[in-house]
T-cell receptor, first 113, second 112 residues
Framework: NAGVTQTPKFRVLKTGQSMTLLCAQD?????MYWYRQDPGMGLRLIHY???????AKGEVPDGYNVSRLKKQNFLLGLESAAPSQTSVYFC????????????FGPGTRLTVL | HKEVEQDPGPLSVPEGAIVSLNCTYS??????FMWYRQYSRKGPELLMY??SSGNKEDGRFTAQVDKSSKYISLFIRDSQPSDSATYLC????????????WGAGTKLIIKP
């Protein structure tokens, strides 16, 4: 039981490049989330999904797209990376949508030059 | 203006001390309050969860909610070096579709 895994762990991009971050969970959770964490800002929700085939915008969705084609996977895409997207990205999964525990992955450290 | 305010620290205390970590919030609709612990270069993990006002104790940890003052606290007794981490408060309510609103996190350092 690996929990929540994220790929890759580190990445350096140049401005304008694209990439996809992969999140996978093996707990059969319905809800999945993508957050970014910046110094002094806490966690900010980018996009989330309440089930396979669904996605919704969070607090800071601009510049990102997501897809949830399979229940266990939640992909975060950056179409044209900008230096402002330099951050640590965390994926989380949750059994239900109310107050169940969110389980986090180890994070992806992204630097955009 | 942030909905949830949390002093980022760092807060440095000697081993064995009682630690008090706090968050204030502005939205009186918040009903559920959580504390997550995040070790360096790791993802956050749930430490404590409380509903509405009152205290909840779990071993050396006590979570306290004062809804009248819009103030929540996490107390750590007999602090250990292994408690050194960043502590994030988070809260939610049904009208937000239970999306969590996070504090910035307080970095805690326990000196041996």
């Amino acid at each position: 039981n690996a929990g929540v895994t994220q790929t890759p762990k580190f990445r350096v991009l140049k401005t304008g490049q694209s990439m996809t971050l992969l999140c996978a969970q093996d707990m059969n959770h319905e809800y999945m989330y993508w957050y970014r964490q910046d110094p002094g800002m806490g966690l900010r929700l980018i996009h989330y999904s309440v089930g396979e085939g669904t996605t919704a915008k969070g607090e800071v969705p601009d510049g990102y797209n997501v897809s949830r084609l399979k229940k266990q996977n939640f992909l975060l895409g950056l179409e044209s990376a900008a230096p402002s997207q330099t951050s640590v990205y965390f994926c989380a999964s949750q059994n239900g949508g109310s107050t169940d525990t969110q389980y986090f992955g180890p994070g992806t450290r992204l630097t955009v030059l | 203006h942030k909905e949830v305010e949390q002093d980022p620290g760092p807060l440095s205390v000697p081993e064995g001390a009682i630690v008090s970590l706090n968050c204030t919030y502005s939205n009186s609709a918040f009903q559920y309050f959580m504390w997550y612990r995040q070790y360096s270069r790791k993802g956050p993990e749930l430490l404590m969860y409380t509903y509405s006002s009152g205290n909840k104790e779990d071993g050396r940890f006590t979570a306290q909610v004062d809804k009248s003052s819009k103030y929540i606290s996490l107390f750590i007794r007999d602090s250990q070096p292994s408690d050194s981490a960043t502590y994030l408060c988070a809260m939610t309510h049904m009208d937000s579709n239970y999306q969590l609103i996070w504090g910035a996190g307080t970095k805690l350092i326990i000196k041996p």
